[in-house]
């Protein structure tokens, strides 16, 4: 078989043999059942699934993977479910039978429902394969252990698999399914394993193949050598030894000055050396709740965070609650695009006290350290939200107010946008959704939310010179921060600031110090001439 192509969503190469992902288990034929018997069994293997993800989510080593299987254990031991299962039972299924048929109902609402639920459709099948194995007594389904490293492959990765992967033994992933926003890509960015989604026919290669994967090209190549894999491996080993040695703040070759700053949901992703942190994600406290989290309990989770930077600075942005990071307490109206509905400082219009107590939180937890507390306000689409927001702040006592770029309206206008407020952070994850029209769960439209895309390097360009103009710093925080040649090109057009998961920032202060100012300017304007992201890509590395 010849080289295969996928997307690449977590950078980093790696080759090794391929071990697949244990298939689920069959359900056996129907038998003739004792309901109260079968009643009992669900019980017991809802209690099994959920006290397994728990203790997984309690190993789990980081937060992003623990709060993924949280998740799932109120997914496996959600009431609805269980009663489903029970109404099956009494039509005469046996427990996993019942299983089956109750979670294929499930399966098909989030599939109907479209974008961020239909890309949970992952999660679904997992639980429904471990519940019917714990129900017929089967050891849990997942991940293989060979005895010696190997490559992943797998139809698509759910969380309880990927979260408990250990870096040392999965040297890369490999998937025919998924996205690039899909929870394989987020943890294994997270791990830093590398791994390429929706790469066809992978599923082909049979187990102990040797195959090599590159997680930024997406590019894989079966069948090589023992001597092809280990010089592969040697290679990266070495990448990664240089850039874990690599420290201090970023910069080009010629001393030009870029804050490499880190993305982070709690205070449980912050590395001991960052110079600070770019985007501080609030919405994890918000999460899984009925009512909004009291005031001191987000005073403390504020400054857990701000305590641990003292002088450093940290951007904290404003609950960006709807459309992909849904919140129950909210009671949000169902809409029929919320995408383009009451989401980010959009909800403050229905529920002001929200954003109120935030602000109020944020600043008392500022007022009792030492950070330098800058709050940005996601989803802002014009100028007169903008100021309204640095109105609010400045009420609240918090002196640095920006907002983030999003919306192609708010990138055009730029300008007017920064007239009120300090800073610009843009997110090139969203503003790509919204420029392109492409949901960003949608695994196959990813070519149209690559960040090398002429038209977004446009926007992120009017924002650059809107800031030169201004005097005022313009950063960015999706995604696209973390590929080291585009932070070429970011910098090149001006972006004064890249935000980034903290393991992603080694390589990008790597690519910054192999080149001046200069050649970044030079390779933001080729990006700029190209008409697609292949040319513009190629501009920066022929
Ligand atoms: C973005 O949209 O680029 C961003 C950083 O915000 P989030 O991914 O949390 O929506
Ligand atoms: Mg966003």
Not at 166 to 185: F, K
Not at 495 to 519: F, G, K, N, Q, W
Request: proline share 7%; charged share 20%; hydrophobic share 50%.
């Amino acid at each position: 078989m010849g080289e295969l192509q996928g997307i690449g969503v977590s950078p980093g190469r790696a080759a090794g043999p391929v071990h697949r992902l244990a298939p689920p288990p069959p359900p056996p034929a129907p038998a003739v059942i004792d309901a109260d018997a079968e009643r009992a069994r669900a019980r017991d293997a809802v209690a099994a699934v959920c006290a397994d993800l728990t203790r997984r989510a309690d190993l789990a080593s980081d937060a992003t993977a623990a709060e993924v299987l949280r998740a799932q254990v109120l997914m496996a031991g959600d009431e609805m479910l269980l009663e489903a299962v029970d109404a099956a039972v009494g039509g005469g299924a046996d427990a996993p039978h019942a299983f089956d048929a109750a979670l294929a109902e499930h399966r098909a609402a989030f599939e109907a429902a479209g974008g961020y639920l239909a890309e949970r459709v992952s999660d679904l099948d997992d639980i429904r394969d471990r519940l019917v194995a714990a129900s017929l007594g089967l050891p849990m389904p997942g991940v293989p252990s060979p005895g010696h490293p190997f490559i992943l492959v797998a139809r698509d990765l759910a969380p309880a698999d990927t979260a408990g992967l250990d870096p040392a033994v999965v040297l890369g992933l490999i998937t025919e399914e998924g996205g690039p926003t899909s929870h394989t890509a987020i943890l294994a960015r997270t791990l830093g394993i590398p791994a390429v989604v929706r790469c066809g026919s992978i599923l082909e290669i049979s187990d102990g193949v040797l195959v090599s994967l590159d997680g930024s090209s997406g590019a894989v190549a079966p069948g090589i050598s023992e001597l092809s894999a280990q010089a592969v491996n040697d290679a990266q080993r070495e990448l990664l030894a240089r850039r874990s040695a690599s420290t201090g703040p970023g910069a080009t070759s010629d001393g030009h000055p870029v804050a490499l700053l880190a993305n982070i949901g709690s205070a449980r992703d912050l590395a001991p050396s960052v110079e600070g942190v770019g985007l501080f994600r609030t919405e994890l406290l918000y999460l899984d709740r009925t009512e909004p989290p009291a005031f001191a309990e987000q005073v403390a989770a504020y400054q857990e965070v701000f305590a641990a930077l003292p002088g450093r600075k940290v951007v904290v942005r404003t609950l960006d609650a709807g459309a992909d990071k849904p919140l129950p307490f909210l009671r949000l109206a169902d809409e029929p695009n919320p995408a383009l509905g009451i989401r980010g400082l959009r909800v403050a219009r229905t529920m002001p006290s929200v954003l109120d107590t935030q602000l109020s939180a944020i600043a008392a937890a500022a007022a009792a350290t030492s950070a330098d507390v800058w709050v940005m306000a996601p989803m802002v689409a014009t100028a007169g939200e903008a100021a309204a927001f640095a109105v609010s702040c400045r009420e609240h006592g918090l002196r640095t107010a920006g907002v983030m770029i999003e919306v192609p309206a708010a990138a055009l206008r730029a300008g007017a946008v920064l007239r009120d407020v300090d800073f610009l952070s843009i997110g090139t994850n969203d503003l790509s959704q919204y420029t392109f029209a492409a949901d960003r769960m949608c695994g196959d439209l990813a070519e149209l939310l690559d960040p090398w895309q002429p038209a977004l390097i446009s926007l992120i360009a009017a924002c650059a010179a809107a800031g030169r103009e201004a005097g005022k710093p313009v950063g960015v925080c999706g995604e696209s921060a973390a590929d080291p040649d585009f932070a070429l090109v970011l910098v090149g057009l001006g972006i004064t600031s890249l935000s980034m998961a903290a393991r992603s920032i080694p390589a990008v202060r790597e690519a910054l110090a192999a080149h001046t100012y200069d050649e970044c300017v030079q390779f933001a304007k080729a990006a700029l001439a190209a008409d697609t992201p292949t040319a513009a890509r190629a501009a920066v590395r022929p």
